[in-house]
């Protein structure tokens, strides 16, 4: 499990990977827990769908699991001479600058995308401070392209930012998504070989009806479940903070 918190305007403990919230311990005015089993809370509650990939499984069965159009991407990405690094949470406190074209590039992203969404770089130090999470980064020509985060303990990853240049000609696209799958059967296969078990996708949309980030994902081996995320007051300028968000979003 993994428990940190933060402060933005009040303290919030973020908690992941817990299969039971009474062993939370806590000094956080709301505690969100992600990716939650069961939905009882007098909370905010939202569900949500994701995929799951066992890296118990073989690593040729994985491999096989991939569609196969993917497959040859893959393939086709490592005879570019594709380079994938990874960085563990004291490797990015000593080295600001992956973290500085990070936040760059996802900023620039939202921007060209005409979404309003910023990096939160004081919570990523946080995790990165508590060594609970790692950035993959793949390059083309020793320049970043492609940029994942996943937030780990010694059982589970799972995938939290990610971001890469957006508006490019065609042949930049398609180069940088290339880039992308081969970064995700990169990780996949880094989390395995360190012994992690599950790997998750951090989310797609109802199953039933994907949108086109959920029919990539699903493209890759694994198991749709459904679990909660929670918002709970802990102290009363929390459960009074909770409250007021119930009623701005019309839960009340």
Request: net charge positive; hydrophobic share 35%.
């Amino acid at each position: 499990m993994i428990n940190i918190t933060y402060r933005k305007k009040i303290r919030i403990t973020h908690v992941w990977f817990c299969d039971d919230k009474k062993y939370i311990k806590s000094n956080g005015d709301i505690i969100f827990l992600h990716g939650y089993g069961t939905k009882n809370s007098d909370g905010i509650v939202s569900s949500q769908y994701t995929l799951i990939t066992n890296l118990e499984t073989a690593e040729d069965e994985l491999w096989q699991g991939i569609n196969k159009n993917v497959r040859y991407e893959i393939r086709r990405a490592n005879k570019e001479g594709i380079i994938t690094k990874q960085f563990n949470g004291k490797e990015i406190l000593k080295n600001k600058d992956i973290i500085n074209k990070f936040e760059n590039i996802y900023n620039q992203m939202y921007l060209d995308k005409g979404i309003d969404s910023k990096f939160n770089r004081s919570l990523f130090y946080e995790y990165a401070k508590n060594n609970s999470i790692i950035v993959t980064v793949a390059y083309h020509d020793q320049t970043p392209l492609v940029f994942h985060s996943y937030i780990m303990d010694n059982e589970n990853a799972r995938f939290f930012y990610s971001t890469s240049p957006f508006r490019q000609d065609n042949e930049q696209r398609n180069l940088i998504a290339r880039m992308n799958k081969l970064l995700h059967w990169s990780d996949l296969l880094m989390f395995k070989s360190g012994g992690i078990l599950k790997y998750d996708w951090g989310g797609i949309n109802n199953p039933d009806s994907p949108n086109s980030i959920a029919q990539f994902k699903l493209k890759f081996p694994g198991k749709v479940v459904e679990y909660y995320n929670i918002q709970e007051g802990r102290t009363l300028l929390g459960r009074i903070a909770i409250k007021i968000l119930k009623y701005r979003n019309k839960l009340v």
